[in-house]
Structures are given as structure tokens and as C-alpha cells.
């Protein structure tokens, strides 16, 4: 039995589920190819960067807001050092963030409130993947747009970078599709056919990951690593393990996890239990108390063993590479959904021009590598020895804000003067990275706060003034001329 429904999208995880959406808001019949509804096991990707907030918030959060929590700031404890980038005020409400985004059922903002949004870090979020992913599988499923079908792709007939068949496991086939999106990841299947290079980067990582839930009554107790992304850098000499590892709340519940050398801690020598042992143990010897805050853990320690990479290149005359099927860089970037956002952006203009926007589509993600390998010094390397360390590695990080939102912003716009506009921004990105101290004295020393806390059990102690935004940001500038960064 042959199918003619074009375009079709491989896969119904919650990439190929967003990109059916965006077609479906476009108004364009397609084909889903997928398997069963999402469990409620724990998922990554909640920490959502400047550019996948304003994508999935405006979208989806009227509809399910419950999955929604604002991210107010990223925190750091590096060896000797608590480290904090502070980019929007812990008190506002998610009605404050609508007011920048819009919603689906709203005019959207104007561009240049959108650009302040991004820009300034007011719009981040956290999202509950467990909820989330369910709810927008259905949603998709029962779009009148949507054809779905429950089967998996077996080959992928390409004829001069085209692809003209798609052969079904269930005995289905696909002929002559307008456009295929790839959404399945690693395994992707179209630029396999199509002969598109796999390029590993970095070593073998195992990751360990689980939700922490709290449930007495009342209000949590005020917690300033209640309110964001927190990153944790374990050493082996300190902590029996050595890693990275990221905490993320979302409400009554908190995202833990750890990613190892794969190599250096194996299943054999350390089972899941014992890797979230020592990994908690690690954030309550820094005095973040959340394991007596969220003690119980309901369902089942998570574990995925990978390497990162990236593809010599995301699109060709009909398909394209979305999502993680064309690049996937170290979790604390937080770009795994913005990697999806940035090809919802460009339906249903890639249908119309697939060579002209697949290649807008690998350009805004293309800077996602060099982000990579920043992080990858940090994770990999010494810990920061001093305050100059740890205000570069953040200066660096914060650089990559104006040409990310600059890309994404160009991708929003439909209008072509507009959207040449926001080159600018790259340009700011570039001097930032080049004269990182240009960004520190005009941005980064008012966000950012480096105290040296050798008595690491009091390193969460040294945010204080943190729920009151302003003294915070005077109170910083101040630090880190009185600390002398240069040193």
C-alpha cells in the first residue's frame, strides 16, 4: 500500500511532535510517524535557554501552565568558588512573562519586546518534560492535520540528495514526500541514506538522572537555588566522583542528575543508586539542602550512556535534520529544545524554499560547537583557582546571549528588512568574546557574583541580598571591583 500525503515527519518524541505542531499551526496536512504515548519517567531538557522560552511559553502555556516554572538565575560551585549569574528578578510572575511573550491566543509582542526578553533573561523557563511531553503528543495526534501512523522507518530510498521513498516496518510505504523532517536523534535515518558524516565530539558520557518530589504541606521553605538552573562540578579526591551535574526545580519537584565518564565509572563498579548517592551528597556538603527538602523519590532512577556530536550538515533539496538528529552539545547550554525551536521558526518557509532556509536553520545553530567546547574546558579541567577563572568562563558564556538571540530573532521575523536588523547582535557577540572585560564592565559584573568560599559547606550561603535584585546587582559590581577580578 503506498501513501502520497507529504510533507512527513520521522518521529513522535517531543522534537517531531513540535514540528508537527508548527505544521499543523501552518495549516499544512502531514504525516506523523511515531510510536506510543510518552511515559511520565523523568526526561531531559527542562532548563530551557533564551531563545527555546519564548517558543514553547507563548505556545503552550495558557493551555498548560502548571508545566511552566520561571528560571531566574544560573549558579556555578566550582572547587573553591560559588559562582551566580543572576538575570531576572526571583519575585516576578509568570503574567509578567506573558506580557513579553504573547501567547498563542494573543497578538504576539512586538520584536523589539521580544528582543528585551531575550536579551535580558526575563523570559527563562523551566518545563516540565514529564507533563508536557504527554500532553503535546495528544495534542499533535489530534490535530485535523495530523495523519498518524504507528510504524517505524526501515530504509530511506535518496536519489540525488532527494529523498523518494520511505519503507515502513509495518509494510507502508511513502513515495515521492515534499519534505521530511528527521526528528529521532542520534539514530536518524534520512541523513544516514543521504551519506552525512557523524562527527563525536568529546568522550563517552554516562548520565544519571532522577526526580526528587516534596510532598508535605505548606510553602517551601525560601530557597535561592528554589528559582533556577544549578550546576555542581564534582571531584574524585572530594566526592568519590567526578562530573558535572545540574538540579533544576520544577515545583513540588526537583530534577537531579549527573553526567561521567563513561569509561572511568562503570555500571560494574557504580550502579545508578550509588552515582545519585554521592551526587546528592555533594550538594548537601555545599549546603544545598534540597535532599531534606525533597526526600522522596517516586519513580525510577534514569540512565543514558552517549557521546556528543554534531553532522557535517542539517538539511538537503527535501529533508531536513531537526533537533538532535543534526547536533547535540553538553546539557548545561541548555539549546536542546532551542535546537528544535529554531526549525519551528522556519515553517512553513523551508516548504517554499528548503535550500535557502535549511541553510539559515545549520547557520543559526552552527556556534552551538564552539559553545561546546567552552564548557567542555570547564567540566573537563581544573577548577577555577581564582576570581579571574570564573569571571572569564562566565564572560565567555554570557557573550554567546547577543548572537543567539540575534540568530533567533532573525529566524521570528518574516519580513526581510527586520530581519537583517538584528545582524547587529552578532556583531556585539563577537567584540563581547574578543574583550571579555568590555562585556564584564557594561553587563556581566552587575549579573554576576564570585565569592571564594573555601569551607565549602557554606558556599550556598553566599548569595545573599538575592531576593532583592537591585542591592544584588550594585552589591556585585561592587564585589568585583573591591575582589580585583584581574587577580
Known amino acids: 500500500?503506498?501513501?502520497?500525503?507529504?510533507?512527513?515527519?520521522?518521529?513522535?518524541?517531543?522534537?517531531?511532535?513540535?514540528?508537527?505542531?508548527?505544521?499543523?499551526?501552518?495549516?499544512?496536512?502531514?504525516?506523523?510517524?511515531?510510536?506510543?504515548?510518552?511515559?511520565?519517567?523523568?526526561?531531559?531538557?527542562?532548563?530551557?535557554?533564551?531563545?527555546?522560552?519564548?517558543?514553547?511559553?507563548?505556545?503552550?502555556?495558557?493551555?498548560?501552565?502548571?508545566?511552566?516554572?520561571?528560571?531566574?538565575?544560573?549558579?556555578?560551585?566550582?572547587?573553591?568558588?560559588?559562582?551566580?549569574?543572576?538575570?531576572?528578578?526571583?519575585?516576578?510572575?509568570?503574567?509578567?512573562?506573558?506580557e513579553m511573550y504573547g501567547s498563542a491566543n494573543s497578538p504576539p509582542p512586538s520584536t523589539w519586546r521580544t528582543f528585551w526578553g531575550c536579551f535580558s533573561g526575563q523570559n527563562l523557563m523551566h518545563v516540565d518534560r514529564t507533563k508536557l511531553d504527554r500532553a503535546l503528543y495528544w495534542k499533535s495526534r489530534q490535530h485535523e492535520c495530523c495523519q498518524f501512523i504507528s510504524a517505524m522507518v526501515d530504509n530511506v530510498v535518496v536519489n540525488d540528495d532527494q529523498v523518494e521513498t520511505l519503507v515502513l516496518s509495518d509494510g507502508q510505504s511513502i513515495q515521492d514526500p515534499q519534505y521530511v523532517f528527521d526528528t529521532i536523534g542520534f539514530r536518524q535515518v534520512v541523513g544516514t541514506a543521504c551519506g552525512v558524516e557523524t562527527m563525536p565530539i568529546g568522550k563517552l558520557n554516562r548520565v544519571v538522572w532522577a526526580h526528587y518530589q516534596r510532598n508535605t504541606e505548606g510553602k517551601c521553605p525560601e530557597r535561592w537555588w528554589n528559582y533556577g538552573t544549578n550546576l555542581l562540578k564534582l571531584e574524585h579526591d572530594t566526592n568519590d566522583l567526578a562530573g558535572i551535574s545540574w538540579m533544576i526545580p520544577l515545583g513540588n519537584t526537583v530534577s537531579v542528575g549527573i553526567s561521567v565518564d563513561a569509561e572511568r565509572y562503570k555500571a560494574t563498579d557504580y550502579n545508578d543508586d550509588e552515582i545519585m548517592r554521592l551526587t546528592n551528597a555533594a550538594y548537601a556538603d555545599r549546603g544545598v539542602d534540597f535532599p531534606d527538602l525533597f526526600p522522596d523519590r517516586e519513580k525510577p532512577i534514569m540512565e543514558l550512556t552517549h557521546k556528543y556530536y554534531s553532522r557535517g550538515r542539517a538539511y538537503g533539496k527535501n529533508w531536513l535534520l531537526v533537533g538532535g538528529s543534526y547536533i547535540s552539545v553538553w546539557f548545561p547550554s541548555s539549546a536542546g529544545l532551542w535546537t528544535v525551536a529554531a526549525a519551528n521558526r522556519l515553517i512553513p518557509r523551508i516548504l517554499d524554499d528548503p535550500l535557502k532556509y535549511g541553510a539559515e536553520y545549520e547557520q543559526a545553530l552552527a556556534p552551538l560547537t564552539k559553545f561546546h567546547e567552552h564548557l567542555d574546558k570547564m567540566i573537563n579541567g581544573e577548577p577555577f583557582r581564582r576570581p579571574k577563572d570564573a569571571y572569564l568562563f562566565w564572560a565567555r558564556w554570557l557573550a554567546g546571549v547577543p548572537s543567539r538571540t540575534g540568530e533567533y530573532l532573525r529566524l521570528v521575523s518574516s519580513q526581510k528588512g527586520e530581519r537583517s536588523r538584528f545582524r547587529w547582535l552578532g556583531w556585539v557577540g563577537h567584540v563581547y568574546a574578543r574583550l571579555p572585560v568590555t562585556m564584564l564592565i557594561f553587563w556581566g559584573f552587575f549579573v554576576l557574583r564570585i565569592v571564594r568560599q573555601p569551607q565549602r559547606s557554606q558556599q550556598a550561603n553566599q548569595f545573599r541580598s538575592y531576593f532583592n535584585p537591585t542591592r544584588y546587582r550594585v552589591g556585585n559590581y561592587l564585589r568585583a571591583l573591591a575582589t580585583s577580578w584581574r587577580s
Open 1 to 98: 500500500m503506498n501513501i502520497y500525503l507529504p510533507p512527513v515527519v520521522i518521529g513522535s518524541s517531543f522534537a517531531g511532535v513540535l514540528v508537527s505542531l508548527s505544521l499543523s499551526r501552518a495549516g499544512v496536512q502531514h504525516i506523523l510517524i511515531g510510536g506510543d504515548e510518552p511515559d511520565d519517567s523523568p526526561r531531559l531538557g527542562e532548563s530551557l535557554n533564551e531563545c527555546a522560552s519564548p517558543e514553547l511559553f507563548s505556545e503552550y502555556s495558557e493551555e498548560f501552565p502548571d508545566c511552566f516554572h520561571t528560571k531566574s538565575h544560573i549558579s556555578l560551585l566550582n572547587g573553591d568558588y560559588a559562582t551566580q549569574v543572576v538575570v531576572a528578578n526571583p519575585g516576578r510572575c509568570k503574567h509578567r512573562v506573558a
